[in-house]
């Protein structure tokens, strides 16, 4: 994406092109990873396992397993490496160029090592790290209510999946304190949560703006919980609409 680009939505939202990614180079920058590590613990739960990755491109993005408990039925996946490196952000941008993501699943999403080697489990890891490499390869930044489309034509994520894109939005199942981590007087570091979203829902969202697609979404009382197969209300909404 390019943050040069004013081709605009007929919803009013900025369409950023996403450009040539950078080539590969080794992880660089700021490692905020124990502050993380205890953000996560303080608000969200005790982290039972930490996705490491092997080899890195740009920034290392560990993902962090959070599994049910307390009143929080669902396991929650956190990255963190994102925020190493700040965000090349617009000049009209009021939001820290420090960014990190979290993703909520059912509480018995497969995570076993053998079980992610299918790309139905893995898939909502694979968006993750896709996302949290993004701003840096390209250049560019992502923040709330940004659409990003799985590619160009937007493909579905995994074989039997019908999400092929996902919009950030606050983490709405979590303390409401746990979306921003103050490093020092210099880093701030917000977190937002990654909700995968049906080929009709970014299509609404393009047409009529984030504000009518959240706003439909939470009169279905669908939030920032992974639901396969979960009711798709963009269908129609926008069957009913004139071409």
């Known amino acids: 994406m390019s943050n040069t680009g004013d081709e605009m939505s007929p919803g009013g939202s900025r369409i950023l092109d996403h450009g040539k990614a950078s080539d590969f180079e080794p992880p660089r920058g700021h490692s905020h990873g124990a502050a993380i590590s205890a953000h996560i613990e303080h608000h969200l739960g005790p982290i039972a396992n930490v996705l490491h990755e092997i080899v890195s491109d740009t920034v290392r993005v560990d993902i962090h397993v959070v599994p049910p408990c307390g009143d929080c039925p669902n396991t929650r996946l956190v990255t963190s490496g994102m925020s190493d490196l700040p965000m090349q952000l617009p000049d009209d941008a009021e939001v820290s160029p420090y960014l990190e993501l979290m993703l909520t699943l059912p509480g018995d999403w497969p995570l076993d090592h053998a079980q992610l080697q299918d790309e139905r489990n893995y898939w909502p890891i694979r968006l993750l790290k896709t996302l949290a490499r993004l701003p840096h390869k390209h250049n560019t930044w992502l ?101």
């Open 143 to 243: 923040g709330l209510t940004h659409t990003v489309p799985n590619g160009d034509p937007a493909q579905p994520y995994a074989p039997g999946v019908a999400f092929d894109g996902a919009i950030l939005l606050l983490a709405l199942s979590a303390p409401e304190d746990f979306d921003t981590l103050v490093v020092d007087d210099d880093t701030s570091i917000e977190f937002l949560s990654v909700v995968p979203l049906y080929p009709q829902e970014m299509a609404l969202k393009l047409r009529e703006g984030a504000d009518a697609l959240i706003d439909l979404l939470s009169d279905n009382d669908i939030g920032d919980v992974i639901e396969p197969g979960r009711h798709n209300p963009a269908r129609e909404h926008l069957s009913g609409l004139p071409a």
